[in-house]
């Protein structure tokens, strides 16, 4: 995980102000991070960013509750982790604002699409028969680059299950991408 | 067979993070940004006064009911209590010692009934 800049805590001092536009900022910059992690959680896509939402307002009305002496991104992982983990235990249905979905631009040949497609179902499949502690420990390792310290912290787990987390979670996904290329 | 040991404390694999990036897909960011924008202009940020206004609010209830529990100790019927009673007898007889022996919660004392009979 790249350190935070200085730039990053004067702008989330501002949002604790009320900047409005340094809230979104931070919405900008983390958005990513944060859908992802709640899809990992939730697998339904607008659900996922449905919970991303109301994870990004939590932080919002939590601000004045933030230590600023502590890194922002981790606090804010966790807020993220913990709405969606509490939507998928509650399930009700919410409506947030809608977003909808784009067609990709540049379509692939049928036949690539059809492999594409195979491999994707088949590793999503893989990740959805995961332990959902499992699902988030390996996001926050391998693509938010979290350390496993971090993500115990994040997740408030011990540092062991983490890091058993993602060894299995690799463990089992690892077959399946035998096949797969980065340029996918 | 060979076992193909793999370290727990491996680095980020970057071909597992491109496949997790692409099943895990994050679209339509400026959609998404104006969607949290738009749901955080309905939350109205709390003010410093409005951060004091509840623990304000409380304190004064428990000064409020202290007072009250206080006020209703130092308000109990005592000898120049003047009762719905006192008050009868007060306005029947024209006589306040009267009405204060009807209104007292202990036997009246001989020397104040005494005491009224002679100013009457």
């Known amino acids: 995980m790249p350190e935070p800049s200085p730039e990053e805590g004067a702008i989330v001092a501002r949002a604790r102000a009320g900047d409005r536009d340094a809230f979104a900022w931070l919405v900008d910059a983390y958005q990513e991070a944060v859908r992802r992690v709640t899809r990992a959680v939730l697998h339904d896509a607008d659900e996922a960013d449905d919970a991303a939402q109301d994870a990004f307002l939590s932080v919002l009305v939590k601000l004045e509750q933030y230590d600023p002496r502590r890194p922002f991104r981790p606090w804010l992982m966790r807020i993220a982790a913990n709405v969606a983990i509490d939507r998928k235990r509650r399930r009700q249905v919410r409506h947030a604002q809608p977003i909808a979905v784009e067609a990709e631009s540049h379509e692939p040949s049928p036949l690539i699409a059809a492999e594409r497609a195979a491999l994707r179902e088949r590793l999503e499949a893989a990740l959805r028969q995961l332990p959902e502690r499992y699902r988030v420990a390996l996001v926050l390792y391998d693509v938010e680059g979290y350390s496993h310290p971090e993500i115990a912290d994040i997740l408030g787990i011990p540092v062991g299950t983490v890091r058993s987390a993602v060894f299995h979670a690799r463990r089992t996904l690892r077959p399946l991408l035998e096949g797969w290329r980065e340029d996918r | ?120």
Not at chain 2, 20 to 29: E, H, Q
Not at chain 2, 34 to 42: C, D, E, I, P
């Open chain 2, 1 to 120: 067979m060979m076992l193909k040991l793999e370290p727990r404390d491996g680095p980020p694999d970057s071909r597992m993070s491109a496949a997790l990036r692409a099943i895990l897909p994050v679209r339509d960011r400026d959609q998404f940004r104006a969607a949290v924008l738009a749901r955080a202009a309905g939350l109205r940020p709390r003010t410093t006064l409005e951060r004091w206004a509840r623990p304000a609010l409380a304190a004064a209830a428990t000064v409020a009911l202290a007072a009250w529990v206080a006020g209703g100790l130092l308000d109990a019927p005592g000898a120049d209590a003047l009762t719905l009673d006192g008050a009868m007898v007060s306005s029947a007889t024209g006589s306040t010692p009267a009405a204060l022996v009807i209104a007292a919660p202990r036997p009246p004392d001989a020397e104040t009934v005494l005491a009224g009979m002679v100013n009457q």
